[in-house]
Every structure is written in structure tokens, then in C-alpha cells.
């Protein structure tokens, strides 16, 4: 009788113990998610010089550089301008993608922008890879199509936020 008990105990403890872990893993990774996005937020899309190229791309690149030439073939400081940009998407992208970063933790910071900058490069980013004849920006454009897939409206009433008024977002 008491070895019975004694077992049955044993694998409740068991249990709890196997479950206590599971949460914490669960746990460790979002915050290991969160750090690795907050690390390419702050020390990249926050940067001074990365709000600056940002902006150049969404106002003037496709007023001053024809997209037939792609990104590789625009002058400097145009291309670097433009690189910065969009590969710090891109890894933001990857990140998501290879399951490193949670797409709605990433979308629900960048949502708006990602569709924002990709439109503007996109031009750029097919010119590309029809001179390399390869892949070019994939994870960057992947990122844009799951925001795409998921309209802004939508996106941010599925994260129940709210607003002043008391209203889902409607953008």
C-alpha cells in the first residue's frame, strides 16, 4: 500500500517537475526572443544613421536612382545607405523565419515599417537578383509577405490593443 502511494507521489512530483521545466524553457526563449529583436531594434532601427537612410529610401531613392541598376550598382553613400536598410530587415527577417524570433513579436513593433521599406526596395531588390542571377533579400521579403498576409487592422486587434477612445485600431 504504501509503495503504491509512495509511487503515485513520486510520479506526481514527477509531473509537476517535467512541467515546471517546460514553462521555463518556454520562458527563457521568449525572453531570448525578445532580446534578440529589442538588440537589432535598438542598436539598429533606433540608430541616428540607420533613421536617416531609412528616411532617404522612403523619400528620395526612387526619385533620384532608377531601380534597374539594383542595389549593388547605385553610387555611395546611396548604396550603403540603401544596404543598411535593407539588410537590417533582412536579418530581422531571418530571425523570424528560422524560428529564432516570434513573427508576431517582430511584427508588432515593425509591421507598418516592414511593409513600408519593402515596397520602396522591392524595385531594387528584383533588379538585383536579375544581375546576380540569384537570391537576393528572401528573408526581407518573406517578413513583408507574412505582415501582407496579415492586414494592419487586423493584425493589431488580434493583439486585443486598445485605444483612447476604447476602440480597436482600425490601422
Same mark, same amino acid.
Given at each position: 500500500m504504501y509503495n503504491a502511494l509512495s509511487l503515485a507521489i513520486s510520479l506526481v512530483a514527477l509531473g509537476l517537475s517535467?512541467?515546471?521545466?517546460?514553462?521555463?524553457?518556454?520562458?527563457?526563449? $521568449?525572453? $531570448?526572443? *525578445?532580446? *534578440?529583436?529589442?538588440?537589432?531594434?535598438?542598436?539598429?532601427?533606433? !540608430?541616428? !544613421?540607420?533613421q536617416r537612410d531609412q528616411h532617404y529610401v522612403l523619400t528620395r531613392l526612387a526619385q533620384e536612382h532608377e531601380p534597374v541598376v539594383g542595389m549593388d550598382s547605385l553610387p555611395e553613400p546611396v548604396r550603403t545607405m540603401t544596404r543598411n536598410v535593407a539588410f537590417s530587415y533582412e536579418y530581422i527577417g531571418a530571425m523570424v523565419a528560422l524560428g529564432l524570433v516570434d513573427s508576431d513579436l517582430a511584427l508588432s513593433v515593425l509591421h507598418f515599417r516592414v511593409r513600408q521599406v519593402w515596397t520602396a526596395l522591392e524595385p531594387y531588390a528584383r533588379a538585383e537578383r536579375e544581375i546576380r542571377n540569384a537570391p537576393f533579400l528572401p528573408f526581407f521579403e518573406n517578413l513583408y509577405l507574412v505582415s501582407f498576409a496579415n492586414p494592419t487592422a487586423d493584425f493589431l486587434r488580434s493583439l486585443n490593443l486598445r485605444t483612447s477612445d476604447g476602440n480597436s485600431p482600425s490601422q
Open positions: 517535467g512541467f515546471a521545466t517546460l514553462w521555463q524553457l518556454r520562458q527563457a526563449r $521568449s525572453t $531570448s526572443h *525578445m532580446t *534578440m529583436l529589442l538588440d537589432v531594434a535598438l542598436h539598429n532601427i533606433r !540608430d541616428r !544613421d540607420f
